[in-house]
C-alpha cells in the first residue's frame, strides 16, 4: 500500500474515533499532496492553469469535508476517496473525445474545459449524500460542545465554522434532502465558474451531471464505475 494511503486510513480511523482538530484547508491537503499530484498529471494543465482553477477547488473541498470518513469505503477519508475517483475519471477522459462527433477544431478549442468539467463533477456530485451519514459535533478550544454542525447552513464548510474540533458518529436520522447545489456555489473557484460561463453548452451538461439523478452522456461513459 502507497505510504499516503497508510497516513490516510490513520486519520480516518482517529476521526472516528475521537476528535480531530479543526485544520486550514492547506494543512488537511498535505496528508493528500500524491493524490493531488496524480490528479495533475492525469489533467494534463498547465502549473498555471492548474494553480487557477484546480487546486482551488480542491482546497476548498478540504476545508469542506476535513478528514471525514469515507462511509462506503472504510479505509479512505471521503476527500482521499473523492480525488481517486477524479483522477480515475481523468484516466478515461484522455481516451474520450469530448462532445462526441464535434469537428476538430471544436474538440481542441473545448478539450481543457471538458477535463475541468470531468474533474469538478468527481468532486463534488452528490456530495451531501456523502456527508449526511455522519453526525459532527464541534468543540470550542476551551473544550465546550458547541452543538452539532449542520452542513446545509454552512456551505463553506467545517474550516469557516466557529469551532476549533470536531468529533464524527454514524448519524441516528440522516437528512433526506440533497443540499449539494448549494454547495458548488460556496466551493467553485470563480475563475472555474467564469471558464464555464463561457461556454454555454458545456456549462449546461455540467450543471445537469452535478443535480440529475441519473448519468447523462457525455459524461456517462466517464463515470459509470469510475
Keep these: 500500500m502507497p505510504l499516503g494511503a497508510v497516513a490516510v486510513v ?3 480511523s482517529t476521526a472516528v474515533l475521537d476528535r480531530m482538530p479543526i485544520q486550514t484547508p ?3 491537503l498535505t496528508a493528500y499532496a500524491a493524490s ?3 490528479v ?3 489533467s494534463g494543465s498547465s502549473v498555471t492553469q492548474f494553480t487557477a482553477v484546480y487546486t482551488p477547488l480542491a ?3 478540504a476545508g469542506y ?4 470518513p469515507c462511509v462506503y469505503r472504510t479505509d479512505h477519508s471521503l476527500l482521499s476517496a473523492r480525488l481517486e475517483q477524479a483522477a480515475q475519471v481523468l484516466l478515461r477522459r484522455q481516451g474520450v473525445l469530448l462532445p462526441p462527433g464535434a469537428p476538430p477544431e471544436r474538440l481542441a478549442r473545448e478539450a481543457d474545459l471538458w477535463t475541468y468539467v470531468a474533474y469538478s463533477v468527481a468532486l463534488l456530485r452528490g456530495l451531501a449524500a456523502d456527508v449526511a451519514p455522519w453526525t459532527i459535533t464541534l468543540w470550542s478550544l476551551d473544550d465546550t460542545a458547541r452543538g452539532v454542525w449542520q452542513p446545509w447552513t454552512a456551505p463553506r464548510g467545517l474550516a469557516t465554522v466557529d469551532a476549533a ?6 448519524a441516528l436520522h440522516p437528512p ?3 443540499w449539494t447545489p448549494l454547495l458548488v456555489g460556496a466551493l467553485m473557484p470563480p475563475a472555474g465558474l467564469n471558464w464555464l460561463w463561457r461556454e454555454p453548452a458545456i456549462w449546461q451538461v455540467w450543471q445537469q451531471a452535478l443535480t440529475a439523478a441519473e448519468w447523462r452522456e457525455p459524461l456517462k461513459s466517464l463515470f459509470v464505475d469510475a
Design 36 to 38: 493531488l499530484a496524480r
Design 26 to 28: 492547506a494543512q488537511v
Design 176 to 178: 433526506g434532502a440533497d
Design 65 to 68: 469535508v476535513q478528514h471525514l
Design 59 to 61: 482546497q476548498a473541498l
Design 10 to 12: 490513520a486519520v480516518v
Design 40 to 42: 495533475q498529471t492525469l
Design 165 to 170: 474540533a470536531y468529533r464524527v458518529r454514524r
